[in-house]
């Protein structure tokens, strides 16, 4: 009984930086329309930018605030350098998807010239646990939920009331609308892909004393991040946070239960199960 | 207040407006007419930046605003009224007013021109909280014209208000527009068949197939028999 709590705290852990991460996709997605195929190398960009600030002898705290800023600035040049000169084409999304793959892979590579194939760590942020009620909750675990949790509530608040927040949720539901209304839409979309990116590699640097960081690491959490969305129902990030914390669990009860392996299988064997009987996803629109 | 000189738009090899020259004189009311899909859409949309235009010159208040973005013209305040709404559907009717006064000038007026926008249609104020997605056409339609009000225009593009209204819809659509052209607001209407409005306005165009084909003040428009024609339905 103690260990199925357990395991379902681990799932919830998890859940909640995939959530975080998730949300990310599926604002940009959202937004602009294009599916961001480097979103997972952005994952292990966060992780690499965080080890190398390790490297310089920083603290977690100073680390995660220079990782972010950095995150912050690769999402601007990345948006403004390959992405924005695209739009003035009339079929720019689909351009802009297979840009964002030759990045994924462009970056992947530069990671293993630049940092080798092997695996990095980082630190563990806090050793310990917290006993509670006859259970053991790690430390780390607990902060990276906080963490994660913040900075989602921290974010849909900012979505709902914002003037920024708001100008970037009337150009995901309508472009035009957007444009009449005075919006900047060069400014909007860069904006929303630095944030995204920011997410993305945020959850990197939160998974990364777990799960390492490798290379070619990011695509495992694309396809993760990819079936949250599309079970949370493309561009819904209300959609992506249930998907995200549901998959969470279902991914720690099945390591569990029958192991790694079978995590994936789950997961595609829920989404596949849902678009079945929905096929727009759990909170997703038509159109 | 607009001088449209000699522009030319294309939807890719479709050649849409042939040298289209317009000017629309301050707190002047002038409608625009003509066929459907001969480009008296797009003439707005090229006001507003959201066409762009492949050469000629477009003028706002004596200032070159040919390649402004949009964002930049509803700053100067010139504002697109579209007839397919472009409303945020998921946002209740009060953010979308919200949004339409988006732009820094509308920002200090805001509340002033919500109070405003509310006495006009008083049927927004009742649907404040709803989601724009559950308004019927005539109120949709009425919250892209106020969302509109909200930007502090000095030149409203109106594009076919009326479309697909009931009568008595259509005649709260004119008296907003009676009532907004009284605050001096200078206005280019595109509307169709409607003989109603014709008595509004101080200048008729008449844009066919891409061409201006005449160019007048009311007076003189009326008594043409092609105007007649495509304008009351005579």
Redesign the interface.
């Known amino acids: 009984m103690y260990e199925l709590i357990d395991v379902i705290i681990s799932g919830v852990t998890n859940g909640s930086v995939y959530a975080m991460m998730a949300v990310g996709l599926s604002l940009v997605y959202g937004v602009t329309k294009v599916f961001n195929f480097a979103y997972g190398s952005l994952y292990t960009l966060g992780g690499y930018l965080a080890f190398t600030f390790f490297g310089c002898g920083f603290g977690y705290p100073l680390v995660i605030l220079l990782t972010l800023v950095s995150l912050y600035l690769a999402g601007l040049l990345i948006e403004r350098v390959i992405i924005r000169p695209l739009r003035r084409r009339e079929d720019w999304e689909m351009l802009a998807m297979m840009v964002t793959l030759g990045l994924a892979i462009f970056l992947d590579n530069l990671y293993q010239v630049v940092y080798g194939p092997y695996v990095k760590s980082l630190p563990i942020m806090f050793s310990g646990n917290l006993q509670l009620a006859g259970f053991m909750l790690s430390i780390q675990d607990l902060v990276i939920f906080g963490i994660a949790v913040l900075v989602m509530g921290g974010f849909m608040i900012f979505l709902n009331t914002h003037r920024l927040g708001m100008a970037i949720e009337a150009v995901a539901q309508d472009m035009t609308g957007a444009q009449i209304v005075g919006i900047p839409k060069d400014r909007v979309f860069g904006f929303t892909f630095a944030i995204s990116t920011v997410l993305a590699g945020f959850g990197g640097i939160l998974l990364a004393p777990k799960y390492f960081i490798t290379p070619f690491g990011g695509w495992d959490i694309l396809v993760k991040a990819w079936v949250i969305t599309a079970l949370g129902g493309m561009g819904s990030v209300r959609g992506s946070l249930y998907a995200a914390f549901l998959l969470g669990i279902i991914e720690a009860l099945i390591g569990w239960q029958f192991g790694l392996t079978w995590i994936l299988f789950a997961w595609f064997a829920v989404l596949l199960g849902t678009l079945i009987v929905r096929p727009q996803g759990l909170f997703g629109t038509w159109g | 207040m607009i001088e449209i000189e000699r522009i030319d738009v294309f939807y890719g090899e479709f050649h849409v407006l042939k040298n289209v020259s317009l000017n629309v004189a301050e707190k002047d009311l002038t409608i625009l007419t003509g066929p459907n899909g001969h480009g008296k859409s797009t003439l707005l949309k090229a006001i507003?930046?959201?066409q762009p235009v492949c050469s000629g010159r477009i003028r706002f208040a004596g200032k070159d605003i040919t390649r402004l973005?949009?964002?930049r013209?509803?700053?100067k305040g010139i504002?697109?009224?579209?007839e397919n709404?472009?409303?945020?559907?998921?946002?209740s009717v009060l953010?979308n007013l919200?949004?339409?006064a988006?732009?820094k000038n509308a920002r200090r007026d805001e509340a002033a021109n919500l109070a405003a926008v509310f006495e006009l249609f008083p049927r927004l104020k009742e649907r404040k909280k709803q989601p724009a997605s559950t308004l019927s056409g005539g109120e949709a339609r009425m919250l892209a014209f106020a969302?509109?009000l909200m930007?502090n225009a000095r030149f409203l593009a109106i594009d076919e208000p009326s479309l697909g209204l009931a009568p008595n819809l259509r005649m709260n659509v004119f008296n907003a527009i009676r009532e907004v052209h009284k605050r001096e607001l200078t206005i280019l209407l595109v509307e169709q068949n409607i003989p109603k409005i014709a008595e509004l306005a101080d200048r008729i165009h008449l844009l066919e197939e891409g061409e201006m084909t005449f160019s007048g003040d009311r007076e003189t428009a009326l008594a043409q028999d092609t105007i007649k024609q495509a304008f009351l339905g005579m």
């Open positions: 507003c930046g959201l973005s949009p964002e013209r509803v700053e504002v697109y009224i579209a709404r472009h409303l945020f559907p998921q946002m953010k919200k949004l339409g988006y732009n969302r509109g930007s």
